[in-house]
């Protein structure tokens, strides 16, 4: 009984660290920050491939960016992967490359905070 509850917990303990949403977030907020711009990606799976999306979101001269929020939208693992590829905080603009994992889809919310 003992070997089958502690292959019980490893097993849950692999599903759980599995099924984790892939979120990125880079913020150093400030008072008064505010949300600039958002925009959702998805992609369907390809077969036996990847697929991916480039996003850019420019908020304009007179705006800099204080936080950005990937958030994926899958919360069982199963998504992507998002990485900041140029801009960000203390920028104007940020662009953000999602990649799936193989043979599957995504779906990512893309949040720009600033002032």
């Known amino acids: 009984m003992t070997t089958l509850t502690l292959l019980t917990a490893a097993l849950l303990m692999v599903a759980v660290s599995v099924a984790q949403r892939h979120n990125l977030i880079d ?7 505010r949300l600039l711009a958002q925009e959702s990606s998805a992609r369907s799976f390809k077969f ?3 697929v991916s999306d480039e996003i850019i979101i420019d908020v304009g001269r007179e705006n800099r960016i204080n936080c950005v929020e990937i958030i994926d939208r899958w919360n069982d693992g199963t998504g992507g992967f998002a990485q900041i590829i140029e801009g960000g905080v ?3 603009y940020v662009k953000v490359k999602i990649r799936s994992k193989f ?13």
């Open 103 to 115: 043979n599957r889809s995504f779906w990512f919310d893309v949040k720009v905070y600033g002032q």
């Open 90 to 92: 203390t920028h104007t």
């Open 48 to 50: 036996l491939s990847y």
């Open 27 to 33: 913020c150093r907020s400030q008072a008064g920050d």
